[in-house]
């Protein structure tokens, strides 16, 4: 089973969060960030991870550490479900369209943390969420997961569909890098032998 439950606590946040990389999309996200938990319940829905994570924050400051932090956590959670990597495709791609919106991702799961971030959010809010927490929200994926993360707005005027398209069209690149290759099961996807 590549299934891992993790706890983070600091003095800014309280965060647990559980995944199985092959499970069917079921979540349960409650981190106290109500457009944040809609944005992972896509991101669990649409990569086919099963998702399981609270959060509690120092929300009377901002909703800054709370979705920093579960970026972070959730990326440690990944890392320690993949393991050595052995079989997974590695690589994905998605270009996703919402509305006004059109996203690409294209990732791997390198073990080399990268992020390349093309999107202008046009609002500073999303209702009370920070626009700007989109992008650390990714950065901390990508740091604390390994991941050399692609992320290109296409189109999109709306910041809600666009956030979302992002969400969303990471979720499918996950889904496609962490799904078995039949024909390299037993095999570590790259030339080094390890990743």
């Not at 999107?119 to 500073?124: A, E, H, N, R, S």
């Amino acid at each position: 089973m590549r299934s891992v439950k993790i706890s983070r606590q600091t003095a800014e946040t309280e965060i647990s969060v559980e995944v199985n990389l092959d499970g069917t999309g079921t979540y349960d996200n409650q981190t106290g960030v109500g457009f944040f938990d809609h944005m992972l319940d896509q991101l669990a829905r649409h990569s086919l991870i099963d998702m399981t994570i609270r959060a509690k924050g120092d929300y009377h400051i901002d909703d800054h550490h709370t979705v920093e932090d579960t970026g972070i956590a959730l990326g440690q959670a990944l890392t320690q479900a993949l393991g050595d990597k052995k079989g997974i495709r590695r690589y994905g791609e998605c270009h996703l369209p919402m509305d006004d919106a059109q996203v690409r991702c294209a990732l791997d799961l390198s073990g080399r943390p990268f992020l390349i971030w093309n999107v202008d959010l046009p609002t500073p809010k999303i209702g009370t969420f920070d626009t700007e927490l989109v992008r650390e929200f990714f950065q901390a994926l990508s740091t604390h997961g390994g991941i050399t993360l692609h992320i290109d707005q296409l189109h999109g005027f709306n910041s809600h569909h666009i956030a979302e398209a992002a969400f969303k069209a990471v979720a499918r690149a996950l889904r496609l890098a962490v799904e078995t290759d039949p024909s390299k099961a037993d095999a570590i996807p790259s030339t080094k032998g390890a990743l």
